[in-house]
């Protein structure tokens, strides 16, 4: 009962903004609404948890998509993402500007957030595809994919680094399987899966309040160096804070590491800086940078709000204990620890949205199959790394981001997006079977 009831509010939530056009936010409340009663909650209950949920997801992502779309805005007013977009595609060409696109992504992955990552690529994706002459999501994909996969399965994003600790799995060889994984994931589900979708299912327009296409002159651009060094300063900044985390835990500078490490700080900063390299230093006044940003908040107002909307979705579907029946039922199995890993978590992802909660709660499940099948630790992280991954879809604030951001419908969303992530987490389960039979 509890997964027909789950399956009964996407088709309601789907009714509700593809047949109805209801505004995707209010879509989103009045299924969690429907969700949350027909589960058994009491309505005070539903309430209290779509609050939660709300305020959670927009509680760490908030700071991080604002401070994201100040830096994408300052950088696409000053000619920087242009500057950027036109370096690659001169050095990679028109025919390898894909492999520039994911290389970044891959390289921006490492340290970011999932979310960070994009919101921070989403101006040089626009940038990249314009100066190409190419359809948006044929950049738009691999970059996506990239980020997704490196955020799964490799440590040091929260994900991995928790359920390894469950797991009491090396963090250093998790890390390394992780990225021989995740290359071939992003290489069939980035770049393969793109080329292979028909080319009007590539092409979208691009929201017009998030990115104004201006040509700019090589004199009105600051330069390569100064564009990319600015970019990157959060990449730098989060990095460095995984290095001490990972090697130099016990150091006196941990907690200054881990202040300035932190996503919403490191994009501060990087905003900071952008407001003088892109700003000030290119002779424009305090109130037209200050225009900017203002400008680039009011363009995220909306998709703050749907994101919100998937969080309060995901959360009472947490809250109604679906996670519990799930559980229950996947114990009976007799597979092998990886695959009942994987499915645990995939199932959970599919049923619940929150990739985290999928990953904790089938580690939590799971723990005691290691000591008694005497499995790897670490391709047991990356068994349910790989599992959150599977399918995105509606109940998913990532899949949320990614349509609002490319402006899509929801069908097309599914057809990309969801495709995607199906096709990483697939690659990533077959890459730890492959490692199973190594070690």
Not at 59 to 81: C, P, Q, R
Request: net charge neutral; with cysteine; charged share 10%.
């Amino acid at each position: 009962m509890p997964i027909f009831i789950i399956v009964l509010g996407v088709l309601l939530l789907l009714f509700l903004m593809v047949q109805l056009k209801v505004n995707a936010f209010l879509s989103l409340i009045l299924t969690s609404l429907v969700v949350g009663v027909l589960e058994g909650m009491s309505l005070n209950k539903t309430i209290a948890s779509i609050e939660s949920g709300l305020g959670s997801t927009l509680g760490s992502l908030a700071l991080v998509l604002g401070f994201g779309a100040m830096l994408g805005k300052l950088m696409e007013d000053s000619g920087a993402a242009q500057r950027i977009a036109e370096v690659l595609t001169q050095k990679f060409g028109q025919k390898h500007i894909q492999w520039a696109a994911l290389i970044t992504a891959f390289i921006v992955g490492l340290a970011m957030f999932y979310e960070t990552g994009f919101v921070i690529l989403i101006p040089l994706v626009f940038s990249i595809a314009l100066e190409a002459q190419v359809p948006i999501l044929y950049i738009g994909v691999p970059v996506a994919t990239a980020l997704i996969t490196m955020h799964g399965l490799v440590p040091p994003h929260p994900g991995p680094v928790t359920i390894a600790n469950i797991f009491h799995a090396n963090l250093g060889i998790t890390m390394i399987i992780g990225i021989t994984i995740a290359i071939p994931a992003i290489l069939i589900g980035g770049l393969l899966f793109s080329r292979l979708l028909p080319k009007d299912k590539l092409e979208t327009q691009i929201p017009e309040k998030l990115f104004k296409p201006t040509h700019f002159t090589d004199e009105q651009m600051p330069s390569f160096t100064v564009s990319i060094m600015t970019a990157v300063i959060p990449v730098i900044l989060m990095a460095l804070y995984a290095l001490c985390e990972m090697f130099w835990a016990q150091s006196s500078l941990m907690p200054y590491m881990k202040f300035i490490g932190n996503p919403a700080i490191a994009l501060l900063i990087a905003v900071l800086v952008a407001i003088f390299t892109f700003g000030l230093r290119r002779g424009k006044s305090m109130k037209a940078v200050m225009d900017s940003i203002a400008d680039s908040i009011s363009s995220i107002a909306m998709i703050l709000l749907i994101i919100g909307g998937g969080g309060a979705f995901k959360q009472v579907l947490v809250d109604s204990h679906v996670d519990t029946f799930i559980a229950g039922y996947m114990n009976h199995l007799s597979l092998s620890p990886l695959l009942i890993a994987w499915l645990l978590a995939a199932v959970l992802r599919l049923s619940l949205g929150s990739a985290t909660v999928a990953g904790m709660t089938a580690a939590g499940i799971v723990a005691p199959l290691i000591a008694m099948e005497h499995v790897s630790p670490e391709l047991m992280v990356l068994a349910i790394g790989a599992g959150s991954i599977t399918f995105s879809h509606v109940n998913d604030a990532g899949f949320w981001i990614y349509k609002e951001y490319f402006n899509l419908s929801i069908g097309r969303t599914l057809q990309t997006w969801s495709v995607l992530t199906l096709i990483v987490s697939i690659i990533g389960l077959l890459g730890v079977l492959v490692w199973n039979l190594i070690l």
